[in-house]
């Protein structure tokens, strides 16, 4: 059974880029959330997809956006980034109503 | 506005001993809660859940407590070991028994379990 999986595991980006963040989701599982988590803080949700389609977003602006695709795998994208976009971005990914398995995550510093 | 706090950022307890850790909701439709738990460099890893329409879940040496009426939640590890020095988040979710995507995280407790 192959786990949750990100790429890449780290990132720097300027102020102002845009960025790509990946996800590839446990075998079986077609639902997919991202959350990020700031630093001494604990993950906070961003958006969800169910079957490549949006199903939830958090209190995030709309250069969050995400894709999800038919293998259920995910991108996360990042426009006009800020410094206080640096943070660890985890994925999770669960097969509809059990419990979710999250990736490492993807540690972004915005400069 | 936090709706769920974990109000002890960290906790040391003896290996053997038992380890508590809090959590209190402000929520009251939150319908189900878990815990979980998180390894530097690693991505959280569910531990143990229980539902609103009960109070107690066990799961080998984990057991969640939940008090409705106080909107308090509370994990406990007996006997505690080394192994289980980690960061602990207690997080809620919207949906009874349901998805587990939407889900609120409190800041953590970093715990922490001397030989």
């Known amino acids: 059974e192959t786990g949750v999986t990100q790429s890449p595991t780290h990132l720097i980006k300027t102020r102002g880029q845009q960025v790509t963040l990946r996800c590839s989701s446990q075998?079986?599982?077609?639902?997919v959330s991202w959350y990020q988590q700031a630093l001494g803080q604990g993950p906070q949700f961003i958006f969800q997809y169910y079957r490549e389609e949006e199903n939830g977003r958090g209190n995030f602006p709309p250069r969050f956006s995400g894709l999800q695709f038919p293998n259920y795998s995910s991108e996360l994208n990042v426009n006009a980034l800020e410094l206080d976009d640096s943070a660890l971005y985890l994925c999770?990914?669960?097969?509809?109503?059990?419990?979710?398995?999250f990736g490492q995550g993807t540690r972004l510093t915005v400069v | 506005d936090q709706q769920v706090k974990q109000n002890s950022p960290s906790l040391s307890v003896q290996e053997g001993r038992i380890s508590i850790l809090n959590c209190d909701y402000t929520n009251s439709m939150f319908d189900y809660f878990l815990w979980y738990k998180k390894y530097p460099a690693e991505g959280p890893t569910f531990l143990i859940s229980?539902?609103?329409?009960?109070d107690k879940n066990e799961d080998g040496r984990f057991t969640v407590f939940l008090n409705k009426s106080a909107k308090h939640l509370s994990l406990h590890i007996v006997p505690s070991q080394p192994g289980d020095s980690a960061v602990y988040f207690c997080?809620?979710?919207?949906?009874?028994?349901?998805?587990?995507?939407?889900?609120?995280f409190g800041k953590g407790t970093k715990l922490s379990v001397k030989p």
């Open positions: 997080a809620a979710s919207p949906n009874y028994g349901g998805s587990q995507g939407n889900l609120i």
């Open positions: 075998s079986g599982h077609n639902t």
């Open positions: 999770a990914s669960s097969l509809e109503w059990t419990e979710a398995f």
């Open positions: 229980i539902s609103s329409i009960k």
